[in-house]
């Protein structure tokens, strides 16, 4: 992740509609990928992951776009709740050799707010 | 149930006066990590662990200790806290080296340093 001042984005939208929410990393090394979603007053929760060999992902509602050209990420979050109203970080790993990852370095966050 | 817990959850401190916060995970979960979260600064990793008796530095470890003797507890020490040190810390513990699958978040402790 990087950090873009010390404004968080902010998205707004209304109940139902799909939410997209971006990231840009640094690093190009990075070949691990997650999208946290942190609820007021609690500590952050993982939504989804993605590693660099692929570019999309799909959960639950949401899917996770990789475009490692441009060093971006994206989530998308279909049929938007009022509970999804949260702050939204990426992140990004870098793998140690072979299969094993030691630091985590965390986008800014972006506030999402979903209006009923 | 499956937690990762913190304490104290808050604390008020002079500069110059150690302390420990604790962190500890029932999950036997091999990663630990000590993260601060600023405003407009996002989560910052402070230390990570791999294992036990295996730590490494993270973004931000100045002023920062930590120590993992027993694969459970992750305490971060601050030997001589400023105030540059407010703010909110999260442990936080997964189970692969290998892979993120999920990593677990304790509630978090709010250090105000005056």
């Known amino acids: 992740g990087e950090s873009v001042g010390l404004h968080l984005p902010t998205l707004s939208v209304q109940e139902g509609d799909n939410s997209i929410i971006n990231c840009a990393y640094s690093n190009s090394a990075s070949d691990y990928f997650i999208w946290y979603k942190q609820e007021s007053g609690k500590g952050p929760q993982f939504i989804i992951d993605i590693r660099s060999n692929m570019d999309k992902r799909q959960g639950q509602r949401v899917t996770v776009l990789l475009n490692k050209t441009v060093k971006h990420l994206s989530l998308q979050i279909a049929a938007t709740q009022p509970g999804d109203s949260a702050v939204y970080f990426c992140a990004d790993a870098l793998s140690l050799g072979g299969t094993s990852y030691g630091k985590l370095t965390f986008g800014q966050g972006t506030i999402l707010t979903v209006h009923p | 149930e499956a937690q990762v817990t913190q304490n104290p959850r808050y604390l008020i401190t002079v500069t110059g006066k150690k302390l420990t916060v604790t962190c500890s995970q029932n999950m036997n979960h091999e990663y630990m990590s000590w993260y601060r979260q600023d405003p407009g600064l996002g989560l910052r990793q402070i230390y990570y662990?791999?294992?036990?008796?295996?730590?490494d530095k993270g973004d931000v470890p100045e002023g920062y200790k930590v120590s993992r003797k027993e694969k459970r507890n992750f305490p971060l020490i601050l030997e001589s806290p400023s105030p540059n040190q407010t703010s909110l810390y999260f442990c936080a513990s997964s189970f692969r080296r290998t892979g993120w699958d999920e990593q677990y978040f304790g509630p978090g402790t709010r250090l105000t340093v005056t």
């Open positions: 662990s791999m294992n036990v008796e295996v730590t």
